[in-house]
């Protein structure tokens, strides 16, 4: 069945990194769009960062630009979010989706990246 | 950008009918699909509607929605409400202008 599963997150201090990661599968991967979005804890859902299938376009939201980097590899069904400079706000669960139609309608479980001193 | 608003929380008793609305802050409704997403406590998203109106399988047909362009707003209705139906609901539409995917604030639904 089509599914989605990241892994990644973890607590780091303010001003770290970390990378997370969506592994896919149970669809060609490398024919759809990929997204993250996360949710602060008590909020409600925000896009983070969108690829395109063959990873030529990208998009981020104005609150993580600079700072994200969104990536796939379609030989390993596999898209990344690194995030550096993180701050307290960028506290949240992260959810990668596969993009259909100005949507999306596959969701992952989400990793929990909190940043905290 | 554009803004969704929806309303913060509604509720309704179980076997009625509760619709709740998104509305689109500027330009038409009907430029881009909404796509309707449930959220339980606890757990990730999952699609309930996507292009304005259509269900993905699996997905109740006691589930629908619509969109007005004479309100500029779209509408999911859910009928014959269950318990398992308590969620937050959130409406999501895609923005050509600066191709960034926008969220409506969610709607709590209280089955009670």
């Known amino acids: 069945q089509v599914q989605l599963v990241e892994s990644g997150g973890g607590v780091v201090q303010p001003g770290g990194s970390l990378r997370l990661s969506c592994v896919a599968s149970g669809f060609t991967f490398s024919d759809f769009g990929m997204q993250w979005v996360r949710q602060a804890p008590g909020k409600g859902l925000e896009w983070v960062a969108y690829?395109?299938?063959?990873?030529?376009?990208?998009k981020y939201a104005d609150s993580v630009k600079g700072r994200f980097t969104i990536s796939r590899d379609n030989s390993k069904s596999t898209v990344y979010l690194q995030l550096n400079s993180l701050r307290a706000d960028d506290t949240a669960i992260y959810y990668c989706a596969k993009v259909f139609s100005g949507g999306m309608d596959v969701w992952g479980q989400g990793t929990t990246v909190t940043v905290s001193s | 950008n554009f803004m969704l608003t929806q309303p913060h929380s509604v509720s309704q008793s179980p076997g009625k009918t509760v619709t709740i609305s998104c509305t689109r802050s500027?330009?038409?409704?009907?430029?881009?699909?909404v796509q309707w997403y449930q959220q339980r406590p606890g757990s990730a998203p999952t699609t309930m509607i996507y292009e304005d109106n259509q269900r993905p399988s699996g997905v109740p047909d006691r589930f629908s929605a619509s969109i007005d362009s004479s309100s500029n707003s779209a509408s999911l209705t859910i009928s014959g409400l269950k318990t398992e139906d308590e969620a937050d609901y959130y409406c999501?539409?895609?923005?050509?202008?600066?191709?960034?995917?926008?969220f409506g604030g969610g709607t709590k639904l209280t089955v009670l």
């Open positions: 500027s330009g038409s409704i009907a430029s881009n699909f």
């Open positions: 690829i395109r299938d063959d990873g030529s376009n990208k």
């Open positions: 999501q539409c895609y923005d050509s202008n600066n191709q960034a995917f926008i």
